[in-house]
């Protein structure tokens, strides 16, 4: 963890069109019993394909580098030229 940013642990569920962030915790132990507390539930909510993401809170290096790829992509569409 660097110097002066927390760090979170969002637990995530699903892939492509299914993906979905489930919860959002301070500490690796919570968001794994989280998984634990939930995994067959109806819906397969929490199924095999559930993971824990560690995000630095407030790390705004990555959303500057997401942001650019949304801006080219949005630049590269036909959508924005009709």
Do not use: N, P
Not at 1 to 25: H, L, N, P, Q, W
């Amino acid at each position: 963890m660097c110097s002066g940013m927390a760090t979170v642990f969002i637990v995530t569920d699903g892939v492509y069109e299914d993906f979905t962030i489930r919860g959002i915790f301070s500490s690796r132990a919570l968001a794994q019993t989280f998984i634990d507390s939930h995994k067959g539930e109806r819906f397969g909510f929490m199924g095999d394909d559930a993971s824990i993401e560690e995000w630095l809170l407030d790390d705004e290096s990555k959303w500057d580098k997401k942001w650019q790829e949304i801006q080219a992509l949005w630049e590269s569409t036909e959508f924005r030229k009709s």
